[in-house]
């Protein structure tokens, strides 16, 4: 689990898995909609103008692709 602890609006939080592994799953929050199709080297990103303090995502590795997102709160972007 990743959880921001930076002041609100101050922090960058980038999750850049292996060249081979991609990340994979839906956040959904406050009417927005990110969806990871577990593209190889496609990060994911909270980003410094939405952060919040305790924004968080939790991510289970498969072992061959990647990682699924399995919990999340904030608003994050695929970058």
Request: charged letters at 15%.
């Amino acid at each position: 689990m990743f959880i921001s602890t930076g002041a609100d609006g101050n922090n960058i939080v980038r999750l850049s898995p292996a060249a081979a592994d991609g990340i994979f799953g839906t956040i959904t929050l406050a009417g927005s909609v990110v969806q990871m199709a577990g593209t190889a080297d496609t990060d994911l990103l909270l980003t410094k103008g939405s952060a919040l303090k305790g924004d968080s995502v939790q991510l289970l590795g498969d072992g061959v692709d990647g990682y699924a997102i399995v919990a999340s709160t904030g608003i994050w972007a695929s970058a």
